[in-house]
């Protein structure tokens, strides 16, 4: 799988600003400072989208599209776009801003309920859980209500670089016996598991 273009689109406060021009969507969800964005510079090889120690930072949908060729299905190219969405669990500003976030994570996926009227699709969510900390309440809340939403969604356990092999093991299983689906592993700072997440992408999309 070769990666061609990796580009920031847009930032979308509502539907109305979500691409529909036939590419697939993406959707990264989690808890504020779980490493979304990190996770996208990593698979951009470079820095697309800003990262902040300080939590609540990403307030807006923000859409990046990849162009790769090959992958899962055969050769060609391919497109993808991935959405970085509002982190759950925390915002600058209380109540209100949470409430704020909480509505715009919404509206990106309200854009899609109506799959006869936009040329897009989601295809598929990813939620990203800090692989150091194994059945926190937001992350469960989460996982919930992905279910309730019928679209295909994954785990992804972040900043495994953190721990140690025998803590690393078991700390999956335990996001995988309270989540009810096994985690995928991942670092931004050290690349693993990046070919594995890029093959999961590959496969929502298609």
Same mark, same amino acid.
């Given at each position: 799988?070769?990666?061609?273009?990796?580009?920031?689109? *847009?930032?979308?406060?509502?539907?109305?600003?979500?691409? &529909?021009?036939?590419?697939?969507?993406?959707?990264?969800?989690?808890?504020?400072?779980?490493?979304?964005?990190?996770?996208?510079?990593?698979?951009?090889?470079? *820095?697309?989208?800003?990262?902040?120690?300080?939590?609540?930072?990403?307030?807006?949908?923000?859409?990046?599209?990849?162009?790769?060729?090959?992958?899962?299905?055969?050769?060609?190219?391919?497109?993808?776009?991935?959405?970085? @969405?509002?982190?759950?669990?925390?915002?600058?500003?209380?109540?209100?801003?949470? &409430?704020? @976030?909480?509505?715009?994570?919404?509206?990106?996926?309200?854009?899609?309920?109506?799959?006869?009227?936009?040329?897009? &699709?989601?295809?598929? =969510? @990813?939620?990203?859980?800090?692989?150091?900390?194994?059945?926190?309440?937001?992350? @469960?809340?989460? &996982?919930?209500?992905?279910?309730?939403?019928?679209?295909?969604?994954? =785990?992804?356990?972040?900043? =495994?670089?953190?721990?140690?092999?025998?803590?690393?093991?078991?700390?999956?299983?335990?996001?995988?016996?309270?989540?009810?689906?096994?985690?995928?592993?991942?670092?931004?700072?050290?690349?693993?598991?990046?070919?594995?997440?890029? *093959?999961?992408?590959?496969?929502?999309?298609?």
């Amino acid at each position: 799988m070769k990666l061609l273009e990796a580009r920031f689109v *847009t930032s979308a406060a509502d539907a109305r600003g979500i691409p &529909a021009d036939g590419v697939p969507h993406i959707a990264l969800i989690g808890r504020s400072n779980v490493g979304k964005s990190s996770i996208i510079n990593a698979l951009a090889r470079r *820095t697309l989208a800003r990262t902040s120690a300080a939590p609540g930072k990403t307030r807006l949908a923000n859409l990046y599209r990849f162009a790769l060729d090959g992958g899962p299905g055969g050769p060609g190219r391919w497109s993808v776009y991935l959405a970085d @969405l509002p982190g759950y669990g925390y915002a600058r500003g209380g109540q209100a801003s949470v &409430a704020e @976030l909480r509505k715009i994570a919404e509206e990106y996926f309200r854009g899609f309920e109506d799959a006869s009227s936009s040329p897009s &699709a989601l295809r598929g =969510v @990813l939620q990203l859980v800090d692989a150091r900390h194994p059945g926190l309440q937001p992350d @469960l809340d989460a &996982a919930t209500w992905l279910e309730s939403l019928g679209t295909e969604h994954a =785990v992804l356990a972040t900043k =495994v670089d953190k721990l140690a092999r025998s803590e690393r093991d078991r700390k999956l299983k335990e996001f995988e016996r309270k989540l009810g689906t096994a985690a995928l592993p991942v670092s931004a700072a050290s690349g693993e598991g990046l070919d594995d997440l890029w *093959t999961l992408i590959a496969r929502l999309s298609r």
